[in-house]
């Protein structure tokens, strides 16, 4: 396999025979809806029998190596053509040792209206399906059962665990702190929703529980870390798993009401997973940038697993984009896209794709019919691959995807490519 960015002049034909290909493999792998129409700065997942890399200027052996978690005398074997190593040269193609990435658990949240072929195609990859969400409500109970039951039953059908999302979270208001608080902070509340979690889980025929507190007080830490004991306590009684999804911090004390409620060496002693929500720097209502850069992501990971057993976590993916209409004002909205939409829109206005080095992410501007400028940030190959590459070097459980509600064809070929995913109920 070579993830490779389109030149000037490149065709889908001319790249199958440069690479002894077939058209079909490339189009399959990268899931072009028009493979006549390549974008300078695209990168395309070439399915060559060895995963390859291309030597990057600045680039040494040893850096080569130490990025993919090989040897050097791994990497020198597997090209004996290199009768000098200290004389590599930008451009070069390197032929990359097959590494055994091992087995990994690769979770997915989705909302029940899920289209069918998405579900399908996402099941395929996954270990577990989080169905979001059933909120909760000011007594405790959780609102009416979702219309999940197709999903339910496609997931397990898939050797996939459908798991419930309960969320403090109110249609059309957002995540309710207060609500949260006074219930975190009444014992008789906590069991009412245990119970009721229970009792949805055997009702709608879930295999476990996703816990999606967010914005949860700072005087609320302690209660919550006392509901997070008790849910684990009754849910393995039941023969239920739990998970958490918690926000992206990089301290103990950090503050922000995103932040301040979490206690990672909590999460990591009562959940079985821990999905850690590694995305929304850049988010809808604010400035552009990208959604998961690298970067912080990286950082987020440093404190993470000093806190938590690095098996148990997952680290967050997201399978989106956003679209903002520049300049940024305050109060504006950027537009969700998926990320072979983001191809859709830079072909329809013709721009070319720029990568983000620091944060490892693609971008691009163009200009509407209105003569409004956009700008917009989106995953593709190369950034999924750097991502996915943090599951070894942290030696991490595996990765969460928010959302698998949309096709990512580029995703589930490198996900299949590097590891092995965890199945069965």
């Not at 289209?115 to 007594?139: G, I, K, M, T």
């Amino acid at each position: 396999m070579l993830i490779y960015t389109v030149k000037p002049g490149d065709t889908l034909f001319k790249l199958a025979r440069q690479y002894n290909l077939s058209a079909g493999a490339i189009t399959n792998a990268n899931g072009l809806e028009n493979p006549d129409r390549l974008l300078v700065g695209q990168s395309l997942i070439l399915p060559t029998a060895y995963q390859t890399h291309i030597v990057a200027a600045g680039e040494s052996l040893y850096k080569i190596a130490q990025s993919y978690g090989v040897s050097l005398a791994e990497l020198l074997v597997a090209n004996p053509q290199l009768t000098n190593p200290n004389q590599i040269v930008p451009g070069m193609t390197l032929r990359l040792p097959q590494v055994n990435r091992g087995e990994i658990t690769v979770g997915g949240y989705a909302y029940p209206n899920i289209r069918p072929q998405n579900l399908e195609e996402a099941l395929r990859h996954l270990s577990f399906l989080n169905v979001f969400a059933n909120s909760v409500l000011p007594d405790g109970t959780l609102d009416a059962p979702l219309d999940d039951q197709k999903v339910i039953a496609t997931a397990k059908r898939a050797n996939v665990q459908p798991r419930l999302v309960i969320a403090n979270l109110k249609e059309g208001e957002g995540f309710q702190t207060e609500e949260i608080r006074k219930i975190l902070e009444d014992p008789a509340k906590q069991e009412t929703l245990l119970r009721s979690t229970v009792d949805r889980l055997k009702a709608q025929g879930y295999t476990g529980a996703d816990v999606d507190f967010e914005y949860v007080p700072a005087d609320a830490k302690e209660s919550y870390n006392c509901f997070l004991a008790k849910a684990r306590a009754w849910l393995h009684e039941e023969g239920y798993n739990l998970s958490a999804a918690v926000a992206p911090k990089t301290q103990d004390d950090q503050s922000g009401l995103l932040y301040a409620g979490v206690d990672f060496a909590s999460h990591g002693r009562y959940d079985d997973y821990v999905i850690l929500m590694t995305y929304e720097w850049g988010y809808q209502g604010g400035p552009a940038m990208a959604v998961a850069p690298l970067n912080e992501v990286r950082r987020v990971l440093d404190y993470a697993v000093t806190r938590i057993e690095p098996k148990k976590i997952l680290m967050g993916i997201p399978n989106y984009g956003y679209d903002w209409v520049l300049p940024y004002a305050a109060g504006g909205k950027a537009k969700v896209v998926s990320n072979p939409e983001a191809i859709n829109i830079a072909a329809a206005h013709g721009a070319d794709i720029r990568f983000d080095e620091t944060a490892k992410t693609p971008w691009y501007r163009y200009t509407d019919e209105s003569g409004k400028q956009h700008e917009v940030w989106f995953e593709d190959a190369r950034s999924i691959h750097a991502k996915l590459e943090l599951v070894r070097k942290y030696n991490l459980g595996g990765v969460a995807y928010w959302t698998v509600n949309y096709p990512f064809p580029q995703n589930w070929y490198l996900v299949d490519h590097l590891f092995k995913v965890k199945k069965g109920m």
